[in-house]
């Protein structure tokens, strides 16, 4: 199972960018899906969750700015972001909890992290 992302890149304080992020391989169900971000010399923080059945959670940071998604027929994530602040430059990493087969547990997924950069 891979979890590729994408959609991260340069924008001005103000502006928007929509993650993408999907999963590929030997998939039976995806449960929880979410992203998380890290920023240089802070500890990975989680940004959002989703279950498969839509319930969401966001980090108080940013709730009202950013909405996460997801397409369960692409096993695909989003992370549509607004009103972006300096603050939020991290890097970006998707994260999914996977079962790749009847009668198997499911397990926690990384994406490589997409870099997000929020200019002044």
């Known amino acids: 199972v891979q979890l590729q992302a994408s959609g991260g890149g340069l924008v001005q304080a103000g502006g928007s960018l929509r993650l993408s992020c999907a999963a590929s391989g030997s998939i039976f169900s995806t449960n929880d899906m979410g992203w998380y971000r890290q920023a240089p010399g802070i500890q990975r923080e989680l940004v959002a969750t989703i279950t498969s059945g839509g319930s969401t959670t966001y980090a108080e940071s940013v709730k009202g700015r950013f909405t996460i998604s997801r397409d369960n027929a692409k096993n695909t994530v989003y992370l549509q972001m607004n009103s972006l602040k300096v603050e939020d430059t991290a890097v970006y990493y998707c994260?999914?909890?996977?079962?790749?087969?009847?009668?198997?547990?499911?397990?926690?997924?990384w994406g490589k992290g997409t870099l997000v950069t929020v200019s002044s």
């Open positions: 994260n999914a909890l996977i079962v790749p087969g009847p009668l198997l547990y499911g397990k926690d997924y």
